[in-house]
């Protein structure tokens, strides 16, 4: 890590990575810990998916490719929390269906787009190296967007997330949050793209998060800890993504998916050490 420590003061195209890493675990922390608690993994698994469409189309017609993310991230939100409220018995089957549809616009855009997409590859398989300086600042302008939507209706998302029926009774439209919600999710899925591509992107949205929920119940300190968590694992992966010259990405999310399966490990021996003396105590 020496190296890449040396590496970095002296590069700012690595400068520049590690920046993107630490704004997209700001998303990835508090955003993520939504999609943990509240379970809506898959949801989030359609839309990162489905954003594959917007990018091909944008790539296609020569606008830039993170910004028809944005925009094919936000309408499969609103899809697929419009198939949750109105077809839930059906809510696998169409989700998996708009998931395999976005996929598939992006891939005929990308057939039809003259010469090789390059960019569009490192979206989809993640490069953190070939972030532009410039792209920072939509991170951050997201990021900032993401706060200030989630501290102004932190109460609302609270009560949406832990219970939607007592929340429609104390008058909370829970319609209305459960979209803004997905969307808010769909902002954090553009903001990983850049980071770990759409391959990778569910496993650095959940991972911190799932960890964080191992010690804390809180959802206040679950996002904190869970941003925290995710700027050691981009930052880590970074490092030795360079040291052993390997993809990022990859490298990124096998430190999140090793410390996850330690921390659900010890969690496990310590609550059964605990019912034990529990146990012996009765």
């Known amino acids: 890590m020496i190296e890449f420590i040396s590496a970095l003061l002296e590069h700012s195209f690595l400068q520049t990575a590690l920046l993107a890493g630490l704004l997209a675990s700001i998303g990835c922390g508090v955003i993520g810990t939504f999609v943990v608690v509240k379970r809506i993994a ?4 359609g839309i990162a998916h489905s954003v594959l469409g ?3 189309a944008a790539l296609y017609c020569g606008i830039d490719p993170l910004l028809g993310a944005l925009l094919a991230a936000i309408i499969a939100a609103l899809l697929i929390g419009a198939v949750r409220l109105q077809w839930k018995a059906q809510e696998d089957t169409l989700i998996g269906a708009l998931w395999a549809i976005g996929m598939a616009i992006g891939i005929l855009f990308i057939a039809k787009t003259p010469g090789y997409a390059t960019d569009l590859m490192s ?3 993640g490069n953190i190296l070939l972030v532009p300086p410039h792209e920072l600042w939509l991170m951050a302008s997201l ?4 706060l200030l939507i989630v ?4 109460r609302q998302f609270l009560a949406i997330t832990f219970d939607e029926e007592f929340a429609r009774l104390r008058g909370v439209p829970v319609a209305f949050f459960y979209l803004l919600l997905l969307c808010l999710v769909a902002v954090t899925v553009v903001l990983l793209i850049q980071v770990v591509g759409l391959i990778l992107v569910i496993a650095l949205l959940t991972l911190p998060a799932a960890i964080a929920g191992h010690y804390v119940r809180g959802l206040a300190s679950m996002m904190l800890i869970a941003t925290l968590l995710g700027s050691v694992f981009t930052t880590l992966g970074l490092g030795l993504s360079y040291q052993a010259d390997l993809p990022a990405g990859p490298i990124m999310i096998l430190c999140a998916g090793c410390v996850y399966i330690i921390s659900a490990i010890m969690r496990h ?3 059964r050490y605990r019912a034990h003396r529990y146990a012996i105590g009765k």
């Open 151 to 154: 501290a102004l209706y932190y």
């Open 54 to 56: 917007g990018m091909g």
């Open 123 to 125: 979206f989809l398989f």
């Open 269 to 271: 021996l310590f609550v």
């Open 42 to 45: 898959f949801m989030a698994g």
């Open 143 to 146: 990021d900032i967007g993401l």
